[in-house]
């Protein structure tokens, strides 16, 4: 049996990786691979990270691109592959235009949908935008849905959008966190070295602005602080982040390889950031996450008391940042976040859903038809 098994994003494969290996394991599967390359290089990374070598890459990124014209393409490109692969398992993840369109492709054509980490809700289509509107979509034409926590799991059942076989798994970004090879991160002799990730469209402009003049002010104030900032490569955050954040303190690099940033992660004292991945990957490695948002779709770090929520709000951001870097025992409070997303078998559950659903597996524990 034939599962294509879709992705874009970095996002995406980090947390594919694990399911793609875990169905590779299972006898009477051909898993193959679709790279859309909705971000190239970003995916390129991951890709030779894990050794994931795509089966048919489509090639469609482009500069300047917005998320509908991605959309077209993917579906324009994933028809006719679809048509000749004939899969009989299509396998997205997460909230992309790429797992939104390739989901939209199978579906029209009658492939079953299965997706991972479903039932994640900000419940407001315009944050985060269009991520909120893609999962939800998603969610509904799928046949299974693999909810990552007993929150998400919840969302699919008052919505009922259980599809026909609903599992909870856990998240399998811990699953990649357990495989991927540590890299390097340079030594500086700031003790207190805090990971900065900004990127979402809801903070462009005016409130991207006031967030960097906030960390201006507090590495002028904080004499050991270093904010390590890899910078997203869309246009306009590069620019902005070039002309207001130049001091000697304020690190700003390229995109870096998954384990050159797990290496930073690990040695930040905390995390600032608005990506969701990130929330995830900060409390599975017990780091504090300041989450420059208006909202989460993933509450349970802010629930655990991992994070804390501080809207698009310069003051808020001032104020916890230097709560943490002087306050050892807040820090450590707030540190107790490992285990939140499961056990690190979250991709085995997967495959085991997906090989029942299809007859060539046994009815797993966690089964709700």
């Known amino acids: 049996m034939r599962i294509l098994v879709v992705m874009g994003t970095r996002p995406e494969a980090i947390k594919l990786a694990p399911v793609v290996a875990a169905l590779r394991r299972r006898k009477g599967f051909r898993t193959l691979i679709c790279a859309t390359a909705q971000h190239r290089e970003l995916l390129d990374q991951v890709l030779r990270l894990f050794r994931l070598k795509p089966d048919f890459d489509l090639d469609l990124m482009r500069p300047g691109q917005t998320p509908d014209a991605v959309a077209k393409r993917v579906v324009a490109s994933l028809g006719p592959l679809l048509a000749r692969v004939k899969p009989d398992m299509v396998v997205v993840q997460g909230d992309t235009t790429t797992a939104a369109a390739a989901a939209l492709s199978a579906a029209e054509r009658g492939i079953p949908v299965a997706h991972v980490e479903a039932g994640l809700r900000s419940f407001d289509f315009k944050d985060p935008f ?20 007993p929150k998400a799991k919840l969302n699919l059942f008052r919505e009922k959008l259980n599809g026909r076989l609903s599992l909870m798994t856990g ?10 090879e540590g890299g390097q991160a340079p030594k500086h002799v700031n003790p207190q070295e805090v990971l900065v990730t900004l990127h979402r469209r809801e903070i462009h402009g005016k409130p991207l602005k006031r967030i960097y003049t906030s960390l201006l002010g507090l590495v002028k104030r904080h004499e050991d602080l270093l904010f390590v900032y890899p910078v997203h490569p869309n246009p306009l955050i590069l620019k902005t982040a070039k002309r207001m954040l130049r001091h000697s303190r304020i690190r700003l690099l390229p995109p870096l390889s998954y384990p050159d940033f797990l290496a930073h992660l690990k040695r930040s004292l905390f995390v600032v950031t608005d990506s969701g991945g990130v929330q995830e990957e900060a409390v599975c490695l017990g780091k504090p996450v300041l989450v420059v948002r208006e909202i989460t779709e993933r509450p349970e770090v802010l629930a655990s ?12 951001l001032e104020r916890w ?18 285990g939140l997303y499961g056990d690190g078998r979250a ?19 966690e089964w709700r038809a």
């Open 130 to 149: 269009p991520e909120e509107l893609n999962r939800v979509f998603i969610d509904t034409i799928s046949s299974l849905v693999f909810p990552p926590t």
């Open 321 to 338: 940042t230097t709560r943490l870097l002087t306050d050892p025992a807040l820090r450590r409070k707030m540190s107790h976040g490992r």
């Open 171 to 180: 998240n399998t970004v811990v699953d990649a966190l357990k495989s991927a």
């Open 347 to 365: 991709a085995e559950r997967v495959a085991a859903g997906i090989a029942h659903w299809l007859g060539r597996g046994p009815r797993p524990k």
């Open 305 to 316: 008391g991992a994070g804390r929520l501080l809207g698009l709000n310069p003051a808020r």
